[in-house]
């Protein structure tokens, strides 16, 4: 593989992944602050709220692990060898 190629692809899965992380865990913490303080003001609504964070939290990790299939085809099944 040419060395330029590889190093792009490099840059390139490094870049996935991080940025690919960056907005989720963003988003995750403010789902976590939200359904701290809808908790502090409802108590009585626990079960909704925890339900509600635990499939947003989930569809928000998904975009992580996408990411990280981005980077990984990049390093290892590199289509522009």
Request: proline share 5%.
């Amino acid at each position: 593989m040419d060395p330029l190629t590889s190093a792009a692809s490099v840059l390139s899965a490094a870049l996935a992944i991080g940025l690919g992380s960056l907005g989720p865990g963003l988003g995750q913490g403010n789902a976590a602050a939200a359904a701290m303080e809808g908790l502090a003001r409802q108590p009585e609504a626990e079960d909704k709220i925890r339900g509600n964070l635990l499939v947003s939290l989930a569809f928000m990790e998904a975009l992580t692990i996408y990411g990280l299939v981005v980077a990984l085809v990049l390093l290892f099944a590199n289509p522009f060898a």
